[in-house]
T-cell receptor, first 114, second 106 residues
Framework: ETGVTQSPTHLIKTRGQQVTLRCSSQ?????VSWYQQALGQGPQFIFQ???????GRGNFPPRFSGLQFPNYSSELNVNALELDDSALYLC?????????????FGSGTRLTVV | KNEVEQSPQNLTAQEGEFITINCSYS?????LHWLQQHPGGGIVSLFM???GKKKHGRLIATINIQEKHSSLHITASHPRDSAVYIC????????FGAGTRLTVKP
């Protein structure tokens, strides 16, 4: 299967709970990046994983954590959810370490924290 | 000031019009991306540029490295072009503009 797949597509959680979002990278891609997009704004970089290691992190608190698996799929975990965590979470995969390589984006997971 | 600025924020055009969306960046980048985001949220990568110009169908993207400026042009616009267009600079991580919301009316 080609393309980037994210699951779930929509999710509602209560403040204080924990959430795990999943991303299957495009075949042949070893780099996955996660982004948070609040309503009406451009995406913000959360972190990137390259060959199972974190390869860069944006300005997000430690309660945002991630994993990349040997098959290069990835998870984004958010602990102690806050109302402001409500956003569209996008992942994108690329075939290299991130520089000068095309990105393929997933359709996103829309998280609502109530 | 954002590292990646787009203009205009919103754009309404009549079907058939020529459209230009501008992007200026203040950080060093190795490549610039133009992305299209539809109301459902999914993002499609349109172009990745590091110099010059690229064309795909009715879409043309240009970049001027010295001026740190890029433009996305749509010729013969169509209502199905209605979407949010986002430019993003890439240098290890992506820095996104806030997007330009384009509405093309029939």
């Amino acid at each position: 299967e080609t393309g980037v797949t994210q699951s779930p597509t929509h999710l509602i959680k209560t403040r204080g709970q924990q959430v795990t979002l999943r991303c299957s990278s495009q075949s042949g891609h070893n780099t996955v990046s996660w982004y948070q997009q609040a309503l009406g704004q451009g995406p913000q970089f959360i972190f990137q994983y390259y060959r199972e290691e974190e390869n860069g992190r944006g300005n997000f608190p430690p309660r945002f954590s991630g994993l990349q698996f040997p098959n290069y799929s990835s998870e984004l975990n958010v602990n102690a959810l806050e109302l402001d965590d409500s956003a569209l979470y996008l992942c994108a995969s690329s075939p290299g370490g991130g520089l000068n390589y095309g990105y393929t984006f997933g359709s996103g997971t829309r998280l609502t924290v109530v | 000031k954002n590292e990646v600025e787009q203009s205009p924020q919103n754009l309404t055009a009549q079907e058939g019009e020529f459209i230009t969306i501008n992007c200026s960046y203040s950080v060093g980048i190795s490549a610039l991306h133009w992305l299209q985001q539809h109301p459902g949220g999914g993002i499609v990568s349109l172009f990745m540029l590091s110099s010059g110009k690229k064309k795909h169908g009715r879409l043309i993207a240009t970049i001027n490295i010295q001026e740190k400026h890029s433009s996305l042009h749509i010729t013969a616009s169509h209502p199905r072009d209605s979407a949010v267009y986002i430019c993003a600079g890439n240098n290890n991580d992506m820095r996104f503009g806030a997007g330009t919301r384009l509405t093309v009316k029939p």
